[in-house]
């Protein structure tokens, strides 16, 4: 069974500062991955995609990606408190499938 | 260019009816596909389609199909509506389904009585 992994947090981080979330996943064949955010009674908002090892940035986040250590991050700069959402990695498993980690919640205080 | 559409957005329903849920994908796009979400169990897939053809399904009763019309709008059913039903159910439009990058609509809020 091909899972994504996330720790549900909360995730508390102070006004301005860095958020850091991590997502491990088992395929290795798994080639891209989706970061989504999702305000509560919400639907899910794509706002990063990633297909190549290292770095990609768009304008405060940074998706991060370690195929070898089966790793994806997204780093959230000058976190604000419109940031506080839950965060859900996702992956490609088959066509049209995607596989979600249970996601983080994010809490950015004043 | 306007979004992902769902409708209703909003439904209650009682134990043993049904339920037929719309989604409107992204023009152009012609993948749809369709998701529970609760607070248990967070996001798990239902099925996808794909120029009219069911191309994946998950591990969902038979209780629960659909269908994908020409113009890629996908209805969702329910049938014989259980408490466990109650959920968020969202659909989400792709190009082409394959490792694109998929959108949400605002989702279906079902609660079954």
């Known amino acids: 069974q091909k899972e994504v992994e996330q720790n549900s947090g909360p995730l508390s981080v102070p006004e301005g500062a860095i958020a850091s979330l991590n997502c491990t996943y088992s395929?290795?064949?798994?080639?891209?991955f989706f970061w989504y955010r999702q305000y509560s009674g919400k639907s899910p908002e794509l706002i990063m995609f990633?297909?190549?090892?290292g770095d990609k940035e768009d304008g405060r986040f940074t998706a991060q990606l370690n195929k070898a250590s089966q790793y994806v991050s997204l780093l959230i700069r000058d976190s604000q408190p419109s940031d506080s959402a839950t965060y859900l990695c996702?992956?490609?498993?088959?066509?049209?499938?995607?596989?979600f980690g249970q996601g983080t919640t994010l809490q950015v205080k004043p | 260019k306007a979004g992902v559409t769902q409708t209703p957005r909003y439904l209650i329903k009682t134990r043993g009816q049904q339920v037929t849920l719309s989604c409107s994908p992204i023009?152009?796009?012609?993948?749809v596909s369709w998701y529970q979400q609760t607070p248990g169990q967070g996001l798990q897939f239902l099925f996808e389609?794909?120029?009219?053809?069911?191309?994946n399904k998950g591990n969902f009763p038979g209780r629960f199909s659909g269908r994908q019309f020409s113009n890629s709008r996908s209805e969702m059913n329910v049938s014989t509506l259980e408490l466990g039903d109650s959920a968020l159910y969202l659909c989400?439009?792709?190009?082409?389904?394959?490792?694109?990058?998929?959108?949400f609509g605002q989702g279906t809020r079902l609660t079954v009585v």
């Open positions: 989400a439009s792709s190009l082409t389904g394959s490792s694109t990058e998929a959108f």
């Open positions: 996702a992956a490609p498993q088959d066509t049209g499938k995607l596989i």
């Open positions: 389609y794909f120029s009219e053809t069911q191309r």
């Open positions: 395929d290795r064949g798994s080639q891209s």
């Open positions: 023009s152009g796009h012609r993948s």
């Open positions: 990633i297909y190549s090892n």
